[in-house]
């Protein structure tokens, strides 16, 4: 890779970043199949025990080492990434379309501002609250019922996007100076704990079945978490952020369409009109801030819950 020629590499980067696009949509897909065979938080914990593990192994043998207070500011992040996605997989257990469960959990970026001013006095601009205007109206486009009510699972949803937008600041403040691979494996044993007591707390496990789900929970695990944690971790540290986060905001696409495909579903004409003005949020809050004091939404340097 490093013999390649400057145009290449960024022509590869920009490969591997919407390969990562495709996988984060396939891991909504992979996630429903496995919601068949075991309750939502006890997949979750599985997931990150899995996953985590298997980060921290690969950590381990690139000898990364966590400074003395990385331990603390890790369990901080994964306790708040735990509890937001306990509210992502319950509200996707629920959720009847993927496409419109994903657009919704895109919103974390267009919170992330709001959460930032509130925790670290961080000013808003312009931009951040007209998308959250531009958001807010997609929503609404979107979950609105005939008889003006909401969708128990979009509810979930719009919390798990809060969470992982408190994620995502807690995240730009406390893992500026740990290294990757390590501090990530470590989040995600944390959140496993956090969905693992969740599940022993309100779940029967009575009814687990993995025998024709195995594969699913595999994906799950090595495509769309360890192996696109790895591709985006190295596809965004080879172009700028602003592009990396242009690539990304094609997720929820890809999610609408894998989930037309597989399962049928598709959107009706106002939730069109809600996805092309959530997408439009996206894209607003991904604009460069004026001045370096002022945050919009964080980049996400992987996600780890689709």
């Given at each position: 890779?490093?013999?390649?020629?400057?145009?290449?590499?960024?022509?590869?980067?920009?490969?591997?970043?919407?390969?990562?696009?495709?996988?984060?949509?396939?891991?909504?897909?992979?996630?429903?199949?496995?919601?068949?065979?075991?309750?939502?938080?006890?997949?979750?914990?599985?997931?990150?025990?899995?996953?985590?593990?298997?980060?921290?192994?690969?950590?381990?043998?690139?000898?990364?080492?966590?400074?003395?207070?990385g331990?603390?500011r890790?369990?901080?992040?994964?306790?708040?990434?735990?509890?937001?996605?306990?509210?992502?997989?319950?509200?996707?257990?629920?959720?009847?379309?993927?496409?419109?469960?994903?657009?919704?959990?895109?919103?974390?970026?267009?919170?992330?501002?709001?959460?930032?001013?509130?925790?670290?006095?961080?000013?808003?601009?312009?931009?951040?609250?007209?998308?959250?205007?531009?958001?807010?109206?997609?929503?609404?486009?979107m979950?609105?019922?005939?008889?003006?009510?909401?969708?128990?699972?979009?509810?979930?949803?719009?919390?798990?996007?809060?969470?992982?937008?408190?994620?995502?600041?807690?995240?730009?403040?406390?893992?500026?100076?740990?290294?990757?691979?390590?501090?990530?494996?470590?989040?995600?044993?944390?959140?496993?704990v956090?969905?693992?007591?969740?599940?022993?707390?309100?779940?029967?496990?009575?009814?687990?079945?993995?025998q024709?789900?195995?594969?699913?929970?595999?994906?799950?695990?090595?495509?769309?978490?360890?192996?696109?944690?790895?591709?985006?971790?190295?596809?965004q540290?080879?172009?700028?952020?602003?592009?990396?986060?242009?690539?990304?905001?094609?997720?929820?696409?890809?999610?609408?369409?894998?989930?037309?495909?597989?399962?049928?579903?598709?959107?009706?004409?106002?939730?069109?009109?809600?996805?092309a003005?959530?997408?439009?949020?996206?894209?607003?809050?991904?604009?460069?801030?004026?001045?370096?004091?002022?945050?919009?939404?964080?980049?996400?340097?992987?996600?780890?819950?689709?």
């Open positions: 890779m490093a013999d390649l020629p400057l145009p290449r590499v960024a022509l590869l980067a920009d490969a591997v970043l919407l390969l990562v696009t495709l996988l984060a949509a396939a891991g909504w897909l992979f996630s429903k199949q496995v919601l068949l065979a075991m309750p939502p938080l006890l997949f979750m914990g599985l997931r990150f025990t899995l996953s985590g593990s298997v980060l921290l192994a690969l950590a381990r043998w690139q000898g990364a080492v966590l400074p003395p207070d331990l603390r890790c369990a901080r992040g994964g306790s708040v990434l735990g509890i937001a996605m306990m509210f992502w997989i319950c509200g996707l257990n629920l959720s009847s379309n993927l496409g419109v469960a994903a657009f919704i959990s895109s919103m974390g970026v267009v919170l992330a501002p709001f959460v930032a001013r509130l925790l670290l006095a961080a000013p808003l601009s312009r931009a951040a609250w007209g998308a959250m205007v531009l958001a807010g109206l997609g929503m609404a486009c979950s609105l019922r005939g008889d003006g009510s909401v969708h128990h699972a979009d509810w979930l949803l719009l919390a798990s996007a809060l969470g992982l937008a408190t994620y995502l600041v807690v995240n730009s403040r406390d893992m500026a100076r740990l290294p990757v691979l390590p501090a990530t494996a470590l989040q995600q044993l944390a959140a496993a956090w969905c693992l007591a969740g599940s022993v707390l309100l779940e029967s496990w009575q009814q687990v079945s993995l024709h789900s195995w594969g699913w929970l595999a994906a799950s695990v090595l495509l769309a978490t360890c192996l696109r944690f790895v591709l985006q971790g190295w596809g540290g080879r172009m700028p952020v602003a592009r990396s986060a242009f690539i990304l905001l094609l997720e929820p696409v890809w999610t609408a369409l894998l989930a037309a495909w597989w399962f049928g579903t598709g959107f009706a004409p106002q939730q069109w009109l809600g996805a003005l959530v997408l439009c949020a996206l894209l607003l809050s991904r604009r460069k801030p004026p001045s370096p004091a002022s945050l919009q939404s964080p980049v996400p340097c992987g996600r780890t819950g689709q």
